[in-house]
């Protein structure tokens, strides 16, 4: 019989884009297994784009609820599936919960809250493991088996993540919402939310704008409905020579559009976010501002990248706000090290780089 695995998917979009690179190293080690990965709601959609997996399983349960019960009778349902493998992403005792209730005999995941009488086969130093994406990839294999890689340097296959787009369904979008030329597009993604202390400032992802339409280009803003105020500042940033060329997207789009609309995109400019890893997971030039986060965890998966972020001592805190109030690790960042860096990405042919302020 072959390998049939039940993934439990993690809680973030940008995770879950990450989360493929596993899907797709199990795809390659077992090109026969049955691949089933549970996700919240609003990223059903965007497992849909991951061609490595087979079935996606709505998760009903909002982010944080324990429901004990609930996940017992939800996790009954699925012995119905006969499931070989659980692997877990999450670290959480409630991630866990559901495997266990459905007596999947092999439940695979890393050391986490409290939860070692729900795993079997548990993984433990993340030391060598210091990309998120790297902790993912170690969960397809057995921690006490002999070929298991002791770090992430022995992980032999390291797929990128790459979501499948609709073209045609970009520009049916872009031309219903009023986006005109695709020609010389600059998506901006100015949310995050994790919180402000990931965010660069309104009126900086402004003028960089305002000097990309000034360039001839066109700036698309992209996000959910809760990005709307960001984008707000950003038009009202905006020089007034450029407002025409800006096109706001958000809270207007699902995640589904988002996916296939960043493909249009010439070039991304993005925090650190879950449209980060989208646009990295499309294809396109990335440049991404870190503030109180760190690409030394989750970097966007693309050789296509150029890297903002700011060496002060107090850096990566991995707070959601500043706890000195001055947000200096996004703030000393200026618009004219992400205009630098989008030339030399675009003139290099994607090339990474990274810079600080």
């Not at 077992?30 to 399983?57: G, N, Q, Y």
């Not at 650190?272 to 646009?279: E, F, I, P, Q, R």
């Not at 860096?341 to 600080?356: I, T």
Request: some cysteine.
């Amino acid at each position: 019989m072959s390998d049939k695995y039940l993934i439990i998917g993690p809680s973030w979009l940008g995770d879950m884009v990450m989360a493929q690179s596993l899907f797709m190293l199990l795809r390659k080690k077992h090109p026969r297994a049955e691949i089933h990965v549970t996700a919240l709601p609003f990223c059903v959609p965007l497992v849909k784009r991951m061609p490595e997996v087979d079935k996606v399983i709505p998760i009903p349960f909002g982010h944080g609820q324990l429901r004990v019960m609930a996940r017992r009778r939800f996790g009954k349902a699925l012995t119905a599936e006969h499931y070989t493998e659980a692997l877990i992403l999450p670290h959480s005792l409630k991630s866990a919960l559901i495997p266990f209730f459905a007596g999947i005999p092999v439940r695979r995941g890393w050391l986490g809250e409290s939860r070692h009488f729900l795993l079997n086969q548990i993984w433990k130093d993340k030391k060598p493991f210091p990309l998120m994406v790297d902790q993912y990839r170690a969960l397809a294999w057995d921690p006490k088996d002999e070929n298991a890689p002791r770090s992430a340097d022995e992980i032999d296959l390291k797929p990128v993540p790459l979501l499948s787009t609709d073209a045609g369904n970009a520009r049916d979008v872009y031309e219903r919402l009023g986006g005109g030329s695709t020609e010389n597009i600059l998506a901006i993604c100015p949310g995050a939310s994790y919180g402000p202390a990931k965010k660069w400032p309104a009126e900086s992802f402004a003028a960089v704008a305002s000097w990309w339409i000034g360039r001839g280009g066109r700036a698309v803003i992209m996000g959910a409905g809760k990005e709307r105020e960001d984008a707000a500042a950003i038009l009202a940033a905006l020089k007034p020579e450029a407002k025409a060329g800006c096109l706001d997207l958000t809270g207007k789009t699902s995640i589904t559009d988002s996916v296939d609309l960043m493909a249009l995109a010439g070039a991304v400019l993005t925090n650190d976010s879950g449209l980060m890893h989208v646009a990295a997971a499309t294809g396109r030039p990335v440049v991404a501002v870190f503030g109180s986060s760190t690409p030394g965890y989750t970097p966007p998966l693309t050789e296509k990248a150029g890297i903002l972020q700011t060496d002060i001592k107090c850096r990566p805190c991995f707070r959601r706000t500043c706890k000195y109030g001055h947000y200096k690790c996004l703030r000393d960042i200026s618009p004219e090290m992400a205009e630098a860096a989008l030339v030399r990405l675009l003139s290099a042919g994607g090339s990474s780089s990274a810079e600080n302020a």
